[in-house]
């Protein structure tokens, strides 16, 4: 099954000269092992990269939900994980909370 995408910055995200994000993680209780309030750093690390790059947003909006972009990424774009190496299929991702967190347009 194909996702009809629109001609939009897909190329932007895909394109080699963007610079690797960097980030923080801040933990405000010690007792808090939670990332920012995502369950694990597989989870945050995916729902960063999607909330963060416009051209990867923009496919996930087309796609409408976490399989189907994983799905698509892979298809259509060869890609199966992040740029900072987590698989977009790692069984750690929680699917459920991206599809309520980050899919909740």
Known sequence: MSVPLKQVSITFFFSSSIKQM???????????????????YETWNVALWINNEEGLYLLAQECGDYETLVKCLYDEYGVNETKDGVKYNDPKVNVVQLNSEVFDF
């Open 22 to 40: 960097t980030s923080s993680t801040y933990q405000g209780n010690a007792l808090d092992i939670s990332y920012n309030g995502w369950e694990n």
